[in-house]
């Protein structure tokens, strides 16, 4: 499906900025950083996971460790995805029980996409608190469920869609509000 480019929300400059933001309120909320690890959801949420990992470093020298979660297995919308949707491996190669998670994702919509992750993370141990970080809060939310630590709020409507391009995928930084192309 073709789809044309509405709002070019952010460019690597300010995307830069967010990071340093965000970065900055999670050290403040969590004084103990040895009890705090990083799972990003992926794709993109393990691409800005890494990045608040190595701004932690470098701003407090804490080598907070980092997983990756494939929560795909547990949305509710499973048997509705596209049939040859890969499955990738969750690689969390520390225990999470009684540690502070700071779970990362891209964009939050629905919802759905959280919840199946706290599902996953939750079949692993039982972590002391999850902590969201999304970088692109669109609305439109089916469960109540919020973020701790939002990049940007981008109220969208259900037809438009955000993109968050970031340069280790894309070859560049941006957020972009799209919307697909009616053939007549």
Request: glycine share 4%; charged share 35%; aromatic share 4%.
């Amino acid at each position: 499906m073709d789809v044309k480019i509405k709002a070019r929300i952010m460019d690597a400059k300010k995307i830069k900025r967010v990071f340093q933001r965000i970065t900055t309120e999670i050290i403040e909320r969590n004084r103990n950083l040895n009890q705090l690890v990083i799972v990003g959801i992926r794709t993109r949420g393990v691409h800005i996971a890494r990045r608040i990992q190595k701004l932690i470093k470098n701003l407090e020298d804490e080598d907070v460790p980092l997983g990756i979660l494939d929560a795909t297995l547990y949305r509710d919308d499973f048997s509705d995805l596209n049939k040859q949707h890969i499955i990738k491996k969750t690689e969390i190669g520390f225990d999470i029980s009684d540690k502070d998670i700071l779970l990362v994702d891209d964009v939050i919509f629905t919802g759905r996409t959280i919840r199946a992750a706290m599902d996953s993370l939750f079949d692993l141990g039982r972590p002391r608190s999850i902590q969201l970080l999304v970088f692109i809060d669109r609305g439109h939310r089916e469960l109540p469920i919020q973020a701790d630590y939002t990049g940007k709020f981008l109220p969208t409507s259900r037809r438009e869609n955000v993109k968050v391009r970031l340069k280790e995928l894309d070859n560049i930084d941006e957020v972009l509000i799209t919307e697909p192309i009616e053939i007549q």
